[in-house]
């Protein structure tokens, strides 16, 4: 029996995560659920009716599924999963997942990496299942094209959702420009990552690790990277010419979204007006002290922060150092139990490096929620020693001591999102065990997205709070929580159709000051990801609230490692929860995390409770 099946959560949860799972077999094998790591998803358009038809038996099976779940978790569990599947119906009916072509190239590139970047059985083994899915890509992108279908004009998704939606819109052009790119990286990783390592002799493994029994079949190889090159002219030709603008999914799916993926009560006009207000004092705050922290203006502080760099000898070990630096701090200060879990700070494989500019190919990508390694490699940029004295300068100008513990130790490699996982392994919510593995494109379950980001940005809080950061590098994350702000204020106005993606990725120059390509990359992740962008903010002031809350709820008996310790022990699911538990336990002064269940009120154990 795998943790999956564990018969303490709520069975109909299991089943139905199960079902999905099986359906999407590129997510399983990044969760940690490996029977289907011989399997590449169903995109024809049977499929993708057969997997609505799925998601829609499920809901209806909850009704027969008993009325009282055993636990508050397991009632906890039966919401989330709810809400998950009405959220993923109507992706699929809208079609702002299944009329995407960047979802399929995305699960036919991740499903040939997915099984080099986990240690899940014999190098053997994962070589074996990268063939098997392999041999699948062209069958898989033939469905999908079937389902997209010429350019017909025929309706493929709907701006604004899907039911009641009068006319359509042909497929937005930045969603196409993506796929294409994919499938280039697609051909790149066919054709030089897997070739590298069968000229090597080398297997699956995020090391490079060398093994036995790896050919990686030509011919497999050849028919895939054309599978890709079609599936590219494909769209180029028959599709971008006609692109669309439109990538609003609408008030009402935003709302939805909102209400059952983040189970927030807040509506988006809330959410924007609230954005903009911190985005405001944010930015008038960090133009107000910039000459304190040495520059005039705050680009100028950033740049000054440029300079301090390690050397290109000293780069890859100044990432396990920093690493160290921050956990010893942590440890000391007892803000939060450490796990026994550490990072190894390697080089991106060779591999990868020339696919991955154009994928979701993550720095820091999650642990398997199951079957997890007793070390979990963390994969940095490589300092190429072929470079230019000038072209090392920058890139470690680029790299350098703020950036290596802003974002890569402490939001993601440390006490951000590293320490959050291993905490969520361990709830006893398995929505909350799994919601927040990164898979192809996202997270697995958008309703993990408040806690694992919102943990993350109040992490880098709670570093500068124990004397982790310097003064500048205190600047620096109020220069990232404008970032947060401007993400917020984007997401909401984009799907409101208030905005356009040139509007967005205009935006984000002018009031994030973020690059040209990076503002654009950031706008069409925005436009295909709806209500993702918000979560940052909005999660990380909700912990803030609630921590300022709990404080008062019990006074001298607060414990800001217990604190830390009790929240994450809920996993990845929506802080909005979360906080209401903890502040009905503090109230009745009741053990804080999900490992003390508490019985609750009927509204909170049959899992019908109102969101707040």
């Known amino acids: 029996m795998s943790s999956f099946d564990d018969p303490k959560f709520d069975s109909w949860s299991r089943v139905s995560l199960g079902a999905h799972l099986g359906r999407h077999p590129v997510d399983a094998t990044f969760i940690g659920v490996h029977q289907h790591d011989h399997r590449l998803p169903d995109a024809s358009p049977e499929g993708i009716e057969e997997t609505v038809d799925s998601m829609r038996s499920a809901l209806r099976d909850e009704f027969t599924a008993g009325s009282h779940p055993s636990s508050s978790m397991s009632a906890l569990d039966r919401r989330l999963v709810r809400g998950f599947l009405t959220s993923r119906v109507w992706e699929y009916e809208s079609g702002h997942v299944s009329a995407n072509p960047s979802t399929h190239t995305g699960d036919a590139v991740f499903g040939l990496m997915g099984p080099l970047l986990t240690r899940h059985g014999s190098q053997a083994e994962r070589a074996e299942a990268v063939e098997a899915r392999m041999a699948q890509i062209p069958g898989f992108l033939a469905g999908a094209r079937e389902l997209l279908g010429p350019d017909d004009g025929a309706v493929r998704w709907r701006p604004g959702g899907a039911g009641g939606v009068v006319g359509g819109s042909t497929i937005p052009a930045a969603w196409i420009r993506r796929a294409i790119r994919e499938c280039d990286a697609g051909v790149r990783f066919v054709e030089k990552g897997l070739e590298q390592l069968r000229g090597r002799g080398q297997g699956a493994g995020q090391d490079g690790s060398a093994t036995s029994g790896s050919t990686w079949a030509t011919d497999l190889r050849v028919q895939a990277a054309d599978a890709f090159r079609a599936f590219a002219h494909f769209l180029e030709s028959e599709f971008l010419p006609s692109g669309s603008d439109d990538v609003a999914c609408g008030s009402e799916a935003f ?358």
Request: glycine share 8%; aromatic share 10%.
């Open 255 to 612: 709302e939805m979204l909102l209400r059952d993926g983040h189970f927030l009560s807040k509506s988006a006009e809330d959410v924007v007006a609230y954005a903009r207000d911190e985005l405001v004092r944010t930015r008038s705050w960090l133009e107000s002290a910039a000459s304190r922290y040495g520059g005039s203006s705050p680009e100028g502080v950033v740049d000054r922060l440029a300079d301090l760099h390690p050397s290109a000898d000293e780069y890859l070990a100044r990432f396990g150092t920093m690493w160290t630096e921050m956990r010893d701090l942590a440890l000391e200060r007892e803000l939060v139990t450490w796990p026994d879990f550490p990072i190894e700070y390697v080089e991106r494989p060779s591999w990868a490096r020339a696919a991955a500019p154009d994928l979701y190919f993550l720095f820091y990508r999650s642990p398997p929620a199951f079957q997890r390694p007793s070390v979990h490699r963390y994969m940095v940029a490589p300092l190429d020693d072929a470079a230019s004295a000038d072209e090392q300068l920058a890139f470690l100008r680029a790299n350098n001591d703020s950036v290596i513990k802003l974002n890569h130790v402490v939001h993601h490699g440390g006490i951000g999102h590293h320490v959050q996982n291993w905490h969520a392994f361990r709830s006893p919510s398995l929505v909350g065990r799994i919601a927040a593995v990164d898979c192809a494109s996202r997270i697995a379950m958008f309703c993990g997205g408040t806690m694992a980001e919102g943990w993350a940005c109040y992490a880098t809080d709670l570093m500068a709070e124990a004397g982790g950061l310097s003064d500048s590098e205190q600047y620096a994350a109020h220069v990232g929580r404008v970032r947060m702000c401007a993400r917020a204020i984007v997401d909401v106005e984009l799907h409101a159709g208030r905005m356009s993606l040139a509007e967005a990725a205009a935006f984000y120059r002018e009031e994030a000051g973020m690059s040209g390509a990076a503002a654009e990359a950031e706008s069409v992740k925005n436009s295909m990801f709806p209500g993702g962008a918000l979560m940052y903010l909005i999660g990380t002031d909700m912990i803030h609230d609630l921590r300022r809350d709990i404080m008062r709820a019990l006074g001298d008996d607060f414990d800001l490692r217990v604190f830390h310790d009790a929240f994450l022990s809920y996993g990845s699911i929506p802080v909005a929860l979360v906080a209401d538990e903890m502040r009905r336990r503090a109230a009745a002064r009741r053990p804080l995390g999900a490992h003390d269940d508490v019985p609750g009120p009927a509204a909170w154990t049959d899992g019908l409770g109102a969101a707040t």
